[in-house]
């Protein structure tokens, strides 16, 4: 098991201090996973953990699980579309998706005997690193961007991190939290391979719920695009295993005020440029540049997927029909109903399609923001 370049390929030893390549590259995970029968699920436990072969944490006892994962997948019924479901990963310990990379992550660091880290987020990786490293007993520092939602800053310091709010964009909390790297271990979400190990399971999931029946299309909010190459690596583990017979198209959803993704994929570039930062309801997948943005555009290439747009207008409809079925999530979350209709007029989605909605953080984390526009209707 070791790192390896992205770009350059150069090698790095998992327990390197270092957070990227030297030429700037973010590292990718070098491990083959054991073999896993599926017939030996029946009796694991319902966690993330029941997929123990495909993880890399060497060392049982070094797990730290809040029994994240296996979250519920639902029948949603939206404008004729026959077989759409909702993957409900906001259920998760601390109210996002991030529990999977955080447990993953936070119990490699435990195996490497890491007791001090620091991470960047804003809001939700951050509160899951903070929870997880409170369970391992590991010393944590969070930096976040000073406008994020209030419930998340508050979870963060409930948890006994150390809190620090950047003033300015998610880019500037990026930029300073890395004068602290030179001190403590990076427990990054962006850049660490070991985070995205924990995100595959969102697929490993998805297969074991639909019978071992990969979806037509899986669609989900994407910033720094973790759950995207999550998704990938999932289900090309599956592929590789012989469990899946095919690879589901892999649908990203923006923000239109902040789309670097959907911007670069529209001019058919290969990598992916910076764009301006602008405030958006969507504040979990602001991200003006991301780190492995080359990576995903090739992944939605070879997967036959795309990206979509939303508006700040279409991001507040899709939070209440989603309200009005009883399901309360954050607006990072709501960005994937809308996103339904303009890919059907675009006829990327049809009816008969069984297609996927990943829901990735709970309404209560956005409490202030919702609570004002509940006032304003």
Known sequence: MRFLCSLCQKEYPVETREFRCSCGGPFDLAWVPGGLSVSSLRDREPTLWRYREWIPVLEEDCIVSLREG??????????????????????????????????????????????????????????????????????????????TSEGKLVQIRAYGAHLVKVPGTRADTAKAVQEETRRLYYASHNWNPFFLAGMKTLAFELGEQMGWQVPDAAVCPVGYGGIYLGLYQGFKELLNQGILKKMPRLIGVQSEAVSPLYQAFSREAIDVAPVPSRETLAEGIACVHPIRGRKILEIARETGGTFQIVSEEEILDGWRSLAQEGIYVEPTSAVVIKAIDGLEKKGLLNHDETIVLILTGIGLKATDTLGQYLKAV
């Open 70 to 147: 296996f979250t519920p997948l639902v029948r949603y019924s939206y404008k004729g579309f026959r077989r759409l479901f909702l993957k409900l990963d906001y259920l998760c310990p601390t109210g996002s998706y991030k529990d999977r990379g955080a447990s993953v992550l936070v119990s490699k660091l435990k195996e490497l005997g890491i007791r001090r880290c620091v991470a960047d987020s804003s809001g939700n990786a951050g509160a899951a690193i903070a929870a997880y490293a409170a369970r391992a007993k590991i010393e944590c520092t969070v930096y976040c961007p000073a406008h």
